[in-house]
């Protein structure tokens, strides 16, 4: 099997997932609350025992500290996933909201580029989304799930452009796609 069929086949198998994941959104947001959940409790764990085994004696303390509040709020998670899940996409719309004004800003710079029109747009629609989510709370429990299935799916796409790219030059005797290293 080529390169090339298997960049398009992991880019489709990403698009499947991805639509999988937009059809069981929740189920898919408390999948990743879980996962989350569980990262929090190993590092926690993890940052708690390099904290005990510092000599030092202030970041000893800072680093056991930050190590038990680590793997508590992962508990937490795991314990409760639906409330894990609204924490999360609260915090992910917050980023949402942040790079919308983040974008605004920068697009006053821009003026008079051609990138001006772009950053407004891409700056109010990412403000529009926060809002929105924000003024409908029930979106909060398949946020996570539409975020991951809209990924999955642009992923895919890249992929499998990816691959029909490498394809194309395998096929003018360039085995190595547009390898850097080799042009």
Known sequence: MSDSLKWMLLGGLSIVFGLLALN???????????V???????AGVAQAV??????????KAWAIGLGVVMALLGLSFLINPFAGTISLSIL????????????LMHAREARGTPTF???????????ALAVFIMVNPQVTLVLLGIVL?????????????W??????????GDPHGSDPRTV
């Not at 069981?24 to 879980?34: Q, R, Y």
């Not at 691959?163 to 003018?172: N, V």
């Open 149 to 161: 299935g809209v990924e999955l799916i642009v992923n895919g796409a890249a992929l499998i452009a």
């Open 117 to 127: 029109w772009m950053m407004i747009v891409t700056g109010l629609v990412s403000l």
């Open 24 to 34: 069981f959104a929740v189920l898919t947001s408390l999948s990743v609350t879980l």
């Open 163 to 172: 691959g029909w790219h490498r394809r194309t030059r395998e096929r003018r």
């Open 36 to 42: 989350v959940g569980a990262m929090f409790v190993v």
């Open 92 to 103: 992910v719309t917050a980023f949402i909201g942040a790079s919308g004004v983040l974008r």
């Open 50 to 59: 390099a904290g005990f085994r510092d000599r030092s004696g202030g970041s």
